[in-house]
């Protein structure tokens, strides 16, 4: 596709439940990250995610989150047992090559209730 | 750990007046972009700053990169309604592992 592509665009879940956000890079983009977008404040590194090297889950906050990365291409950020303090936007970005521009995708808003 | 912040955190401004956010690193950075969120968007990238001293221009847009590289500034001249939004910095000491900074949020009032 043109951009980087997320899904779901919104998720509401019960406190407790299972989620999991996809992300659909730009064609031909090596490098993929998660950031996370709490209301009003800044982004906040997840993971990272470069060809066929191991990722970096510096940024994941808890045992609950978890990714991966599918054949170079899509990858599915999983949040186990979801808590209240994990509803944010979840925003999925790409680029050519590492230190290249990023593109963000439209980000996935997660409402964990 | 890599430390970006930003100031102001907030800056209301009446249209035509200038505006200005500092973005300051705990570390050197290899280099620096500036990114634009518009209210209930994504962050879309504007430009990146390399050389220590740069300067870079986008119109009204005015990019700095410091001289010792850990520090740099967006100033806009005579801000317009479409201007609003959040403004982030993100830096990286060399790596992959680009660190946002705090944000500063602008509201131009018309």
């Known amino acids: 596709g043109a951009g980087v592509s997320q899904s779901p665009s919104n998720k509401v879940t019960e406190k407790g439940k299972d989620v999991e956000l996809r992300c659909d890079p730009i064609s031909g983009h090596t490098a993929l990250y998660w950031y996370r977008q709490s209301l009003g404040q800044g982004l906040e590194f997840l993971i990272y995610?470069?060809?066929?090297?191991?990722?970096?889950k510096s940024g994941l906050p808890s045992d609950r989150f978890s990714a991966e990365r599918t054949g170079g291409s899509v990858s599915t950020l999983t949040i186990q047992r979801t808590q209240q303090e994990d509803s944010a936007v979840y925003l999925c970005?790409?680029?050519?090559?590492?230190?290249?521009?990023?593109?963000f995708g439209e980000g996935s808003w997660l409402t964990v209730v | 750990g890599q430390q970006v912040m930003q100031i102001p955190q907030y800056q209301h401004v009446q249209e035509g007046e200038d505006f200005t956010t500092y973005c300051n690193s705990s570390?050197?950075?290899?280099?620096i972009q500036w990114y634009k969120q518009r209210p209930g968007g994504h962050p879309v990238f504007l430009i990146q700053?390399?050389?220590?001293?740069e300067v870079k221009k986008q119109k009204r847009l005015t990019f700095q990169f410091g001289e010792a590289k850990k520090n740099s500034s967006l100033h806009i001249t005579a801000t317009q309604t479409t201007d609003v939004g959040t403004y982030f910095c993100a830096g990286t000491s060399g790596t992959y592992k680009y660190i946002f900074g705090t944000g500063t949020r602008l509201k131009v009032l018309a």
């Open positions: 570390t050197t950075l290899s280099n």
């Open positions: 970005a790409s680029s050519l090559r590492e230190r290249n521009t990023i593109y």
């Open positions: 995610f470069q060809g066929n090297s191991a990722p970096d």
């Open positions: 700053l390399v050389k220590s001293g």
